[in-house]
């Protein structure tokens, strides 16, 4: 049997400090070789600016400019016809002012927070079962889990709306079958609303967070598990002391995803509430809406603009800085 020369075999920690060995093969020269190409491709600095000044305009046309115009205008009342009136940060103390503004801050941490819960949490088992070798019908529950994902926002909001309705939808029949005789009107309620509205969002975006992890967890080489198992750890010990650190930049991204999600949301509660009853399910997004379209309020609706595109910068500073800090590579 051939056998690789001693200096390619350098001995590692599979899980840092989690205790499990293994071995790991590395070409004594590979390394080097690739730190000298690299070095020699980031000292052209004309190829550098050649290569991404492309990327650099267009994303300077489709994103800056319209983030500065934004921010430009919401210092300005608008009706989005006539000459705007410059008026300083009056716009700013008015959101500042609305009862509606703190609903809808209100609502995006609630959002934000069951659509983390949901997503990430389910998710993560979703991953787990699929990525399991032993597990029957793998295949088919990766394409049953994420199928909500490629349905139109539309369809699974009807969908829902069906469901939810408060005289024959589904869920209250289940209550009617159990015995109990508890009934909820869930979009019309006050409190139950905007819960009822992020599960929606929740359920429908699962499968697309259980995809990264899947694909994270793919990625880490199995030689981590087998020395675990090896070493005599379960495969919860395994997965709780190797596999979730390592995904560490993954749950990163998908929280992102998540809490900007919670505070832009938009799309399912347009259709499925408009933001009632009343103002009970507004967001900022929908704030913007009400401000501009029907209010014709363009100063104002940019003003909330602003607002929620610095609430998305503090949460993606504050997530980096405080999530998944240690560099882990495999």
């Known amino acids: 049997m051939y056998s690789l020369p001693v200096s390619w075999i350098c001995p590692v ?54 983030i500065l115009l934004t921010v430009q205008k919401s210092f300005f009342e608008w009706d989005g016809l006539n000459t705007p009136i410059f008026t300083g ?79 024959s939808g589904l869920l209250n029949k289940i209550f009617e079958v159990l015995g109990s005789s508890y009934r909820q009107d869930w979009l019309s309620g006050f409190n139950t609303s905007i819960v009822a509205i992020a599960f929606v969002n929740a359920w429908q975006f699962m499968g697309y967070h259980m995809i990264i992890i899947f694909a994270a967890m793919k990625s880490i080489p199995e030689h981590y598990s087998e020395a675990a198992a090896i070493d005599g750890a379960t495969p919860t010990r395994a997965f709780f002391s190797i596999i979730f650190p390592m995904l560490q930049e993954t749950y990163k991204i998908c929280l992102i995803f998540t809490i900007t999600g919670g505070i832009k949301a938009f799309e399912h509660i347009f259709i499925m509430t408009r933001g009632g009853p009343g103002t009970s399910s507004f967001t900022l997004t929908m704030l913007l809406y009400k401000s501009v379209i029907n209010l014709n309020k363009y100063g104002y609706g940019c003003a909330s603009a602003a607002i929620l595109l610095v609430e998305c910068v503090l949460v993606m500073i504050i997530i980096n800085r405080f999530v998944a800090r240690e560099q882990i590579s495999y």
């Open 13 to 66: 920690n599979a899980a840092g400090r989690y205790g499990f060995s293994a071995l790991r093969v590395v070409h004594p020269g590979f390394t080097c070789r690739r730190s000298l190409a690299m070095q020699k491709y980031l000292s052209n600095k004309m190829a550098i600016l050649l290569f991404t000044l492309p990327a650099l305009i267009l994303f300077t046309i489709v994103v800056t400019y319209p």
């Open 89 to 167: 940060f009056e716009n700013y103390i008015n959101l500042f002012l609305d009862d509606d503004f703190y609903i809808s801050l209100k609502n995006s941490m609630i959002f934000g927070a069951i659509i983390t819960v949901y997503q990430i949490g389910i998710g993560t088992l979703m991953a787990v079962l699929i990525s399991n070798k032993k597990q029957k019908g793998a295949k088919i529950f990766r394409s049953a889990f994420f199928l909500p994902v490629v349905l139109s926002i539309t369809v699974v909001c009807q969908l829902w709306i069906s469901i939810y309705d408060g005289h």
